[in-house]
């Protein structure tokens, strides 16, 4: 089956570090971008950036940049997004999405990872 | 940033029901358009890509339109399973921005 398979839950305190995952079964994970997206509670869900996993090419999102940081081991086709310095405003759902056969969309996504940054 | 407006914030329609969302861009996007539904506790899933395209397995009473800045996602006729919100997504820049949301309501 073509999937995403995200990390479970986390719980955090604020300033720690954390590195959530994203594993691509049933295609070329190598061959299609992967992005994440970020989607607080109540709220719209707003992309941080995405990776091309064949050569670690990365983009972010202004709001973003330096705030994550995207990465993938193709060899593992896993996908990879972490915070250093975690904040309680990062509490958020975090969704991995690629997209398959050339889609001019995000047309697989994976089922969220819940990070809670509480003191 | 391209702002995406979506219009109505939600609305409350019964089965049968034809129901119309509006999704205007802030500049000319072309046909760079995608709309995602969404459910309680489920990710995204595309409905639409490039304005008019329906996904495979999307069923046909979903339909979108427009070009520009003015586009509109179409559901002919409310099913039970429609009930959710819908967002749209401009994908003209390399790092699209959402809409921010219809919800759909039973009324």
């Known amino acids: 089956e073509v999937q995403l398979v995200q990390s479970g839950a986390e719980v955090k305190k604020p300033g720690e570090s954390l590195k959530i995952s994203c594993k691509g079964l049933?295609?070329?994970?190598?061959?299609?971008?992967i992005g994440w997206v970020r989607q607080m509670p109540g709220k719209g869900p707003e992309w941080l950036g995405f990776?091309?996993?064949?050569?670690?090419?990365?983009r972010y999102s202004p709001s973003f940049q330096g705030q994550v940081t995207i990465s993938a081991d193709k060899s593992i086709s896993t996908a990879y997004l972490q915070w250093n310095n975690l904040k309680t405003s990062d509490t958020a759902i975090y969704y991995c999405?690629?997209?398959?056969?050339?889609?001019?969309?995000?047309?697989?996504w994976g089922p969220g990872t819940m990070v809670t940054v509480s003191s | 940033d391209i702002q995406m407006t979506q219009s109505p914030s939600s609305l409350s329609a019964s089965v049968g029901d034809r129901v119309t969302i509006t999704c205007r861009a802030g500049?000319?996007?072309?046909?760079?358009l995608n709309w995602y539904q969404q459910k309680p506790g489920r990710a995204p899933k595309l409905l639409i890509f490039?304005?008019?395209n329906l996904q495979s397995g999307v069923p046909s009473r979903f339909r979108g339109s427009g070009s520009g800045t003015v586009f509109t996602l179409i559901i002919s006729s409310l099913q039970p399973d429609d009930f959710a919100t819908y967002y749209c997504?401009?994908?003209?820049?390399?790092?699209?921005?959402f809409g921010q949301g219809t919800k759909v309501e039973i009324k």
């Open positions: 049933g295609y070329s994970f190598a061959l299609s971008r």
């Open positions: 500049q000319n996007i072309g046909s760079y």
């Open positions: 999405a690629t997209r398959l056969q050339g889609n001019a969309a995000f047309n697989l």
């Open positions: 997504e401009q994908s003209y820049t390399t790092l699209g921005t």
């Open positions: 490039a304005a008019s």
């Open positions: 990776i091309f996993p064949s050569d670690s090419d990365t």
